[in-house]
């Protein structure tokens, strides 16, 4: 079982940048693809972007396109993402999470294995 650590979270200003990232608890990481998700108070968990095992294949929300970056260091067990031009809607508790399937989704329910979260706040 993976476990997920997630980092970088903080308090900046719209316009302004962070960089999360995602340590697992294990050298396999490359054996899974993974997803970034975020959660804003009293909404339900939204899909952010997903990146294949290799890295070849990344994926993300409309409302983040060309906003925000997904990569992955396998040889550190780390996943990143790079947020860009942050805006107060961004605000929200995101996410990492792991599956090992073929594919890569964008559910939430297909992810096994999840992080704690850590908080992003974008002040206007």
């Known amino acids: 079982q993976v476990q997920l650590v997630e980092s970088g979270g903080g308090l900046v200003q719209a316009g302004g940048s962070l960089r999360l990232s995602c340590a697992a608890s294990e050298r396999t990481l490359y054996t899974y693809n993974m997803g970034w998700f975020r959660q804003a108070p009293g909404k339900e968990r939204t899909f952010v972007s997903a990146i294949s095992k290799s890295g070849g294949r990344t994926y993300y929300a409309d409302s983040v396109k060309g906003r925000f970056t997904i990569s992955r260091d396998n040889a550190k067990s780390t996943v990143y993402l790079q947020m860009n031009s942050l805006k107060p809607e961004d605000t929200a508790v995101y996410y990492c999470?792991?599956?090992?399937?073929?594919?890569?989704?964008?559910?939430?329910?297909?992810?096994?294995?999840w992080g704690q979260g850590t908080q992003v706040t974008v002040s206007s």
């Open positions: 999470a792991a599956d090992s399937s073929y594919y890569v989704y964008q559910s939430d329910r297909e992810y096994d294995y």
